[in-house]
């Protein structure tokens, strides 16, 4: 099974790679830079080598990178729409100088302007990037879609809206989507059953196609089915609960696929709760893999 969880790369890229092998992940998701910042430090070619040594001799199989928080896809305002186009295509060749072949991004709130000017300014956007020096120059890095909880104006709380935004563009051969299973869950997809799940996952082919599915964040909710509230919750404390998450890592269609958890660093006022997330999943597959 592909898990490892998002980690830190403030003590340098590498270190992440160091904190991944000591919890024992194949998988990694990192941020490649202060993610709430739009100034990036610069990736020079030391720091990328570095990494790539680092990840060519561990045990991380799979590695993504989170795009930014502040990057806005949709964004009626031309100003923040730019910038977050530029942003997306310097994700794409940070990622590229990494060796990291794919990106995660959130994609945005329309504010006001509608999910059709939104689904709009989404498609140019991505074509835009897609197009880009960057993009062309690290032609590996594919660009995978988050779907989101739905507070406010934001853009994928639902898979039509993420099908029809990738169906529209000029050519989605580079883009994939992520399933955010707290937020899907906070937005009303019913994972806690196999009949739930089923419908969800029935849902998500024909509306995006499951084929285009290439990553989890498997998280728990705090917050119930339905309520729009983005509060990621230890594995198996929250809404979805532990069947729910039993459910999601042993079906068919999404247990060869990486899973990264998001979960709260912290566990009954302590550290450690990686560790502690990762055991209980394990734990929910070691069963059926016997
Ligand atoms: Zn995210
Ligand atoms: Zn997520």
């Not at 942003?87 to 990291?100: D, F, K, Q, T």
């Not at 869950?185 to 089923?198: C, I, V």
């Amino acid at each position: 099974m592909l898990i490892g969880c998002h980690l830190s790369i403030g003590k340098g890229f590498p270190a992440a790679i160091d904190e991944a092998e000591s919890l024992a992940m194949n998988a990694m998701q990192i941020f490649s830079h202060n993610a709430s910042s739009w100034r990036m430090k610069e990736m020079t070619t030391e720091i990328a080598g570095s990494f790539r040594k680092r990840l060519a001799h561990s045990s991380v199989e799979y590695v993504v990178i989170h795009t930014m928080y502040l990057l806005n896809l949709a964004s009626p305002d031309d100003a923040l729409y730019e910038r977050s186009i530029l942003a997306l295509e310097e994700e794409i060749r940070r990622a590229g100088m990494l060796g990291i072949d794919q990106i995660v991004t959130h994609i945005g709130a329309h504010k006001g302007s509608g999910i059709d000017a939104g689904i709009r300014r989404v498609r140019a956007a991505l074509d835009r990037a897609l197009a880009s020096d960057s993009a062309s120059g690290h032609p590996n890095v594919r660009v995978l879609l988050e779907d989101t909880a739905g507070a406010g104006t934001t853009m994928g709380t639902s898979f039509s809206e993420i099908g029809a935004i990738i169906r529209g563009l000029d050519d989605p051969r580079r883009v994939g989507v992520c399933l955010d299973t707290c937020h899907a869950f906070a937005a009303g997809y019913e994972l806690r059953t196999a009949d739930g799940l089923a419908k969800t996952l029935d849902e998500f082919d024909s509306e995006i196609g499951l084929s285009r599915l290439e990553l989890v964040h498997l998280n728990d909710s705090k917050f119930p089915l339905g309520s729009r509230r983005d509060r990621h919750a230890h594995i198996g404390s929250g809404e979805i609960g532990i069947d729910g998450i039993s459910q999601v890592v042993n079906h068919p269609s999404l247990r060869d696929l990486p899973f990264i958890l998001e979960t709260p660093k912290e566990i009954d006022g302590k550290g450690g709760a990686d560790r502690v997330n990762l055991a209980r999943v394990r734990s929910l597959r070691e069963e059926k893999e016997e």
